[in-house]
Nanobody
Framework: QLQASGGGLVQAGDSLRLSCAASGRTFSNYDMGWFRQAPGKEREFVAVISRSGGSRSGGSTDYADSVKGRFTVARDDAKNTVWLHMMSLKPEDTAVYHC?????????????????????WGQGTLVTVSS
């Protein structure tokens, strides 16, 4: 079960940190992704942090081109939590943001960017960026 929080109404240029708390699974075995869906648009990939497998580094990360350099994803397996720190927000970042988990203990290749590969989803948290 995933619970996303931290959304809200901000102005362009502001920062916001989203949190996603997980329960019920071995969190460290899961790649954790962030996706967003704007009104009238399809769900799109935002960021992913790979399973840590017990590594203190917390896993590798990847980002959509539209958020590179502005968003940072991080995880703390001890807290079963993943964060998405968003800076320099733009109106086009307005969307419902979802966290998702993909069981990846036996994954071969890089973490998935397609939502089709993710097994568990949070309910989403709305981020609105005003101009």
């Amino acid at each position: 079960q995933l619970q996303a929080s931290g959304g809200g109404l901000v102005q362009a240029g502001d920062s916001l940190r989203l949190s996603c708390a997980a329960s019920g699974r071995t969190f460290s075995n899961y790649d954790m992704g962030w996706f967003r869906q704007a009104p009238g648009k399809e769900r799109e990939f935002v960021a992913v942090i790979s399973r840590s497998g017990g590594s203190r580094s917390g896993g590798s990360t990847d980002y959509a081109d539209s958020v590179k350099g502005r968003f940072t994803v991080a995880r703390d397996d001890a807290k079963n939590t993943v964060w998405l720190h968003m800076m320099s927000l733009k109106p086009e970042d307005t969307a419902v943001y979802h966290c998702a988990a993909n069981f990846a203990r036996y994954r071969i290749g890089p973490p998935a960017k397609s939502p089709d590969f993710y097994d568990y989803w949070g309910q989403g948290t709305l981020v609105t960026v005003s101009s």
